[in-house]
């Protein structure tokens, strides 16, 4: 038998997670063999010092990852790590499928790494055991397994809810749209950053709602602006996307949401809060929803941070259980249900770790796009965060947002104009540039230096137009 001494602490994950995970990693290192004999699950839980249930969920993980193989009345024995670059092999993409992108909506990174890629495709193909099931309609708002892994993912955020807070939608849109269609009627005024997300315009205007937007500074909203507001207005709620804000990219401080939380709760007007990107920074701003908890709306969207295509939000509701009734009854109507076969698929990456694998490439990979625009834009020219998806850029040179637009459609990126984002303001000469999506970094580097060159004279002298 082998005298094998895993440190689980050398992963976050679950303990029987960590325990399939310590067999993958010392089969890397050479500490463990093919064939080698493992402890029993008494004799390696006495050691770790767990429970044994414990090490034989652990066991069964590594099972289903084919690094072991378990034989009655002998024991457990390593059958040697699974090549996830083979994996990620099997099977060529649908190239009809590959090309579908559409560059107006900011796109984080697509992973790239064979190895990260088969991790996904591992989690893909463990959902087949449970197709049938997944077919059916699912109980509404989430299933208890599917709302652990959200509270489990949430608390990455320092919000500690209980389940019957949290809901699974189909995606932070449905959910805005549930939201604000209870909380404000026709007519009605609902507050916003003055550049703010196109898809929150959208909405009220779908609503037939009056959105109104507040001054801001490089902090985000001003405080004074938005009690001057509360009074002039008497508003029915507050939109704000708190964290590498789209598309400034700026992030609230900590001290500027106490601030808004306070005079939230001085005029008593709900937030709600679009935390699209709040998982990008390891150690960002607590969120809102934890300094007003009576009052915010938190949604938890996992488009930017895991996927867009698995159209999943987690919703945190107000503790006032009255407008978690009125909100679920607009999710129903409308939504039924979020796709359990997603739902399933985000569960399993959270549970085994592939979604803060996800997570840490989209981080790596922002940080090394902007470190390319910053290698070629000077330094006070356009806006941005290390870890933001895009770039906001006001126009110089005479140029204007159109004809800016109009020539970058020779390239890769994707370029957005500043009337998507103002509210009720003139739109500035100014465009969101996207920094992600299917495009490599050799791509963006020379999409960037198209536009670069471009930036250096007036619009006569780039030479588009004839």
Request: proline share 8%.
């Amino acid at each position: 038998m082998k005298n094998w001494d895993p440190d689980l602490g050398r992963s976050d994950n679950p303990l029987y997670m960590a325990i399939a995970d310590m067999i993958e990693l010392d089969l890397r290192s050479g500490q463990l063999s093919a064939g080698d004999k493992l402890p029993t699950h008494r004799d390696l839980a006495k050691r770790l010092e767990i429970d044994v249930t414990t090490v034989a969920r652990g066991y069964v993980e590594a099972q289903k990852r084919g690094l072991v193989q378990a034989h009655v009345g002998r024991g457990t024995f390593v059958a040697g790590t699974v090549s996830r670059a083979a994996v990620a092999m099997d099977g060529q993409p649908d190239a009809r499928r590959a090309a579908i992108v559409d560059p107006s909506m900011n796109m984080p990174p697509e992973p790239d790494d064979p190895d990260l890629i088969a991790r996904m495709r591992e989690g893909v193909s463990a959902l087949s055991a449970d197709i049938v099931p997944l077919l059916r309609y699912q109980t509404f708002g989430g299933a208890p397994m599917d709302k652990e892994a959200a509270a489990l993912w949430l608390k990455r955020r320092g919000l500690v809810s209980s389940q019957e807070r949290i809901f699974i939608t189909p995606g932070a849109h449905p959910a805005l749209l549930a939201i604000l269609g209870t909380l404000a009627k026709p007519g009605e005024t609902v507050l916003s950053e003055n550049i703010t997300y196109p898809g929150m315009r959208s909405i009220a205007a779908q609503l037939r709602l009056r959105l109104t937007g507040l001054m801001m500074d490089d902090d985000g909203i001003l405080p004074e602006a938005f009690a001057a507001a509360c009074e002039r207005e008497k508003p029915k709620a507050l939109y704000l996307n708190p964290t590498l804000q789209n598309p400034l990219t700026l992030t609230m401080s900590a001290g500027r949401r106490a601030q808004i939380a306070a005079v939230a709760q001085q005029y008593r007007v709900p937030i709600v809060e679009d935390d699209a990107y709040g998982f990008l920074p390891s150690d960002g701003p607590a969120p809102l929803a934890a300094l007003a908890p009576d009052l915010t709306w938190h949604i938890g969207g996992l488009s930017k941070c895991i996927g867009a295509g698995l159209r999943l939000a987690y919703v945190v509701a107000p503790e006032d259980g009255r407008a978690l009734w009125s909100f679920a009854s607009a999710m129903r109507s409308t939504n039924v249900m979020a796709s359990p076969l997603t739902t399933a698929l985000a569960t399993r990456w959270i549970d085994d770790g592939t979604a803060d694998a996800i997570l840490d490439f989209l981080r790596r990979e922002a940080v090394a796009r902007q470190a390319l625009v910053a290698g070629l834009l000077p330094p006070g020219s356009y806006r941005a965060d290390m870890l933001s998806f895009n770039i906001w850029l006001p126009l110089p040179h005479g140029w204007t947002r159109s004809t800016f637009s109009a020539h970058m459609r020779a390239t890769s990126l994707g370029t957005v104009t500043s009337d998507a984002f103002a509210v009720d303001a003139a739109p500035p000469e100014a465009v969101r540039v996207g920094l992600g999506g299917p495009m490599s970094r050799s791509q963006l580097q020379t999409a960037l230096e198209f536009m670069a060159h471009a930036l250096e004279g007036p619009p006569e002298m780039a030479g588009t137009f004839f």
